[in-house]
């Protein structure tokens, strides 16, 4: 009997062997939160970014796609909504004479990253609310009820935090490099606190039938989890995905790269420290 148990048991491991051989390498994903340096206006709480085009900036920006570099991601997916195959047409037609007119960081850091490294495609997967899709930030409701119950002091102090916090980094950039305030976006008590006194201050405004809060942050859930799931569709085992993104994303995608299976998540601070390291041998005014 006891021979016959041993037998099955080395018959067992060898059926399993090939199994876990076969079992696919995951996919690296680093999140990399940033500012948004064309100052497009969209956001409730806007920091007001200077030239990138500048010649101190533009040697900042190239310490940085050095020390990124490093890390030799496989692909760039950049905070811009494209149809599947997802790629970005606009970048094929890329050229470094883009860099000294264009602020927008997808320009600046992904088209830069990307054609340093030879990448033939950057892609993009953001998602947004379109005809037959839900508002993915329902905050006029939240405004309207909150007016509506006599809860508007929730929602102007809220405003208030974020545009404090926003007006002090903008404060910062000023005696702060690139890699630097990006060490800043990046750094996970960051945001934490972002939802904590953002996105989850609302969720007691509503009521038994008019959940707005609730809503709301469902939406907001449901836009990083289509967002991680194109880029999902767009990973392939045992890729290394830089994503490039505005920082108040990083909350969600960060989570979805760490618990998602054949995903793990990979910190840019490390990469960003070398970036400042790199730039304070390089910098010029």
Not at 23 to 50: C, F, K, Q, S, W
Not at 119 to 148: I, K, L, N, S, T
């Amino acid at each position: 009997m006891r021979e016959v148990l041993i037998g099955t048991a080395a018959c067992l491991a060898v059926i399993a062997a090939p199994a876990v051989a076969k079992e696919a390498a995951p996919a690296e994903v680093m999140i990399l939160g940033t500012y948004h340096m064309g100052n497009p206006g969209r956001d409730l709480a806007n920091m007001e970014a200077d030239d990138v085009t500048r010649p101190r900036r533009q040697a900042e920006m190239e310490a940085l796609a050095e020390a990124l570099a490093g890390w030799r991601p496989t692909k760039i997916l950049v905070e811009w909504e494209r149809p599947a195959p997802f790629t970005v047409e606009r970048y094929r037609a890329f050229g470094p004479e883009d860099l000294l007119t264009d602020r927008n960081e997808v320009v600046q850091i992904g088209f830069r990253l990307a054609r340093r490294l030879g990448h033939g495609e950057v892609y993009g997967f953001d998602e947004q609310g379109g005809d037959g899709e839900p508002d993915y930030f329902p905050f006029d409701r939240v405004q309207g009820w909150a007016a509506a119950h006599g809860r508007s002091a929730v929602v102007d102090e809220t405003l208030s935090f974020f545009r404090a916090m926003v007006a002090e980094e903008g404060r910062a950039l000023a005696d702060h490099s690139i890699a630097e305030m990006l060490l800043i976006h990046n750094d996970p008590a960051r945001d934490r606190m972002g939802h904590a006194r953002g996105y989850y201050a609302f969720l007691p405004l509503g009521d038994a039938e008019d959940q707005v809060g609730a809503e709301l942050n469902s939406y907001w859930y449901m836009r990083n989890a289509k967002m991680f799931a194109k880029a999902a569709l767009i990973a392939e085992p045992g890729d290394r995905l830089l994503v490039l993104v505005g920082s108040g994303h990083r909350y969600w995608l960060t989570h979805f790269a760490e618990t998602t299976p054949g995903f793990t998540s990979v910190d840019p601070r490390p990469w960003l420290q070398r970036a400042v390291a790199e730039e304070r041998e390089t910098a010029v005014e």
